[in-house]
T-cell receptor, first 110, second 119 residues
Framework: QKEVEQNSGPLSVPEGAIASLNCTYS??????FFWYRQYSGKSPELIMF????GDKEDGRFTAQLNKASQYVSLLIRDSQPSDSATYLC??????????FGSGTRLLVRP | GAVVSQHPSRVICKSGTSVKIECRSL??????MFWYRQFPKQSLMLMAT?????????EQGVEKDKFLINHASLTLSTLTVTSAHPEDSSFYIC???????????????FGQGTRLTVV
């Protein structure tokens, strides 16, 4: 079992819709979770991080964490074509290194 | 804003030569830096943890004699790809941990990366 799992997609949503990206992790002791956006040929850009169960909102983005289910998600409201990218989920280990999922490709249709 | 800087951003080298990539923490001292690699259409994989003043810790399957890491100062770690081959062509990315202000999560912020092409 992979430590961090994501559906590779592509996830296709129309412009203005909510995009929902999901991630599961295997280490029940994990404490910190990160979402990145990566455009082709570029370095990953940190969007949000979340530590506590529940929701964390930042602009159009909401991260949701459920530690009991070992599940973290990212919602993007009012999706824009410029949101089309690969979204990476990462879990920080006790050694401070990050373990990444394989990424989900999001396509926002104009 | 950026917390680490990498140099060069892009490099092309001949097979068999060595290439050095630098990672600098910009406004803090980093005793720990992380080197990741990303092959096309794949995710980031940690290669090694660079420790200032001591040997790097390599992940399973990463050849320490091929990927030499030197963390000689609190703001600079270097990764040298020795005797590079085309299969080493990849996107190399670093991050660094701010031990003093750990709440900044600086290890989660990446530099612009170095795209290595071995021909």
């Amino acid at each position: 079992q992979k430590e961090v799992e994501q559906n590779s997609g592509p996830l296709s949503v129309p412009e203005g819709a909510i995009a929902s990206l999901n991630c599961t992790y295997s280490d029940r002791g994990s404490q910190s979770f990160f979402w990145y956006r990566q455009y082709s040929g570029k370095s990953p850009e940190l969007i949000m991080f979340i530590y506590s169960n529940g929701d964390k909102e930042d602009g159009r983005f909401t991260a949701q964490l459920n530690k009991a289910s070992q599940y973290v998600s990212l919602l993007i409201r009012d999706s824009q074509p410029s949101d089309s990218a690969t979204y990476l989920c990462a879990v920080k280990m006790s050694s401070y290194k990050l373990i990444f999922g394989s990424g989900t490709r999001l396509l926002v249709r104009p | 804003g950026a917390v680490v800087s990498q140099h060069p951003s892009r490099v092309i080298c001949k097979s068999g030569t060595s290439v050095k990539i630098e990672c600098r923490s910009l406004d803090f001292q980093a005793t720990t830096m992380f080197w990741y690699r990303q092959f096309p259409k794949q995710s980031l994989m940690l290669m090694a943890t660079s420790n200032e003043g001591s040997k790097a810790t390599y992940e399973q399957g990463v050849e320490k004699d091929k990927f030499l890491i030197n963390h000689a100062s609190l703001t600079l770690s270097t990764l040298t790809v020795t005797s590079a081959h085309p299969e080493d062509s990849s996107f190399y990315i670093c991050s660094a941990r701010d031990e003093v202000y750990s709440s900044r999560n600086t290890e989660a912020f990446f530099g612009q990366g170095t795209r290595l092409t071995v021909v």
